[in-house]
């Protein structure tokens, strides 16, 4: 296949600016592109920080952010992905939507381009069969943040040529990620074999048995996880991890094991989705990570 030197990333939300990120410390060039030409924007500035703080801790030469950064480049229609070998989406974690960025894709890149999906949840072959060369398609799912979280799981469709996904892994590797071949089944490995865990701490929640934060630190500090449910779930948001919930449970035809607790639709319904939005389980105030009263 030919070598990855030139990638799209489509969606600059959390994921796709830590895709590019990796990428273009890589040596890739990266092409940026987002329905709101402010998220392309704000991603760039936000690269632009992280590289500017790397090169201040000694872990970047202030030259190789330059470069890195200088490799980004912002796209502002679907048509600039046209000299790319592979295009990585990273957008809403719909399956209509994405089925129709695949489509589209297709009459904008090469025939041997690789197009790849980031989602959580959603069947790869069901994103490959709107396309003309099914073959070409394979998930390649990334975690949250995708430049510490050094794991990436490559998902074979049932169509997906198994070249493809070989060429994703080396390319995992040349990022500095470590691949993990998975089969295209509802939350794929991570999201299934970790989703209980999210589930569970939800359910304990609920019985009125524990806190969150108390939750967080047993999972923390007993069971060795970096970050508890409640942190975990903060982190992504809500609006991103409900669906993906909903999205698995709905897949395995309601397993009682992946059920979604009435406590994530409540803080979705009302604003209280983690992180991003100042307050989800715990209150974020300058940077800092409180228990709420
Ligand atoms: P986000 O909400 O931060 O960013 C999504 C971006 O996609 C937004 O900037 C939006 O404007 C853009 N977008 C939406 N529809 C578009 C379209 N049709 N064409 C171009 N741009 C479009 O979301 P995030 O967190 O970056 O997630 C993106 C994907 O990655 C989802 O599929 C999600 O399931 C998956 N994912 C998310 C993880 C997380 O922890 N946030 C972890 C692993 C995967």
Not at 165 to 186: E, I, S, Y
Not at 248 to 258: K, T
Request: proline residues 4%; charged residues 20%; neutral net charge.
């Amino acid at each position: 296949m030919t070598e990855i030197q030139t990638i799209g990333v489509v969606g600059a939300g959390a994921m796709g600016r830590g895709i590019a990120q990796i990428a273009a410390q890589a040596g890739l060039r990266v092409r940026l592109y987002d329905t709101s030409a402010d998220a392309v924007a704000a991603a760039r500035e936000s690269l632009r920080q992280t590289w500017e703080k790397l090169a201040q801790k000694g872990k970047l030469t202030t030259a190789d952010a330059h470069a890195a950064l200088e490799r980004v480049e912002s796209a502002t229609a679907l048509t600039d992905m046209s000299a790319c070998q592979l295009v990585v989406e990273a957008i809403v974690e719909r399956l209509d939507v994405k089925r129709d960025l695949f489509a589209a894709l297709e009459g904008v890149v090469s025939e041997d381009c690789i197009l790849a999906s980031n989602t959580s949840s959603l069947s790869i072959t069901a994103i490959a069969a709107a396309c003309k060369h099914p073959r070409r398609v394979v998930g390649y799912h990334f975690f949250n943040p995708v430049a510490l979280m050094k794991v990436v799981e490559v998902i074979d469709g049932l169509r997906s040529a198994p070249e493809v996904g070989d060429a994703l892994a080396v390319l995992a590797r040349r990022m500095g990620h470590t691949p993990v071949r998975a089969k295209d089944m509802p939350g794929f490995i991570v999201n299934h074999a970790g989703r209980g865990m999210n589930t569970e701490g939800l359910r304990v929640a609920q019985e009125a048995v524990a806190t969150f934060a108390q939750v967080d630190a047993v999972m923390r500090e007993q069971a060795g996880f970096r970050m508890g449910p409640f942190e975990l779930l903060d982190l992504t948001a809500l609006d991103v991890s409900h669906p993906v919930m909903e999205s698995i449970y709905r897949q395995f035809f309601d397993e009682p094991r992946f059920r979604p607790s009435p406590i994530t639709t409540v803080r979705l319904a009302g604003g209280l989705i983690g992180r991003k939005a100042g307050e989800g389980f715990y209150v974020y105030a300058d940077g800092q990570k409180q228990v709420p009263a």
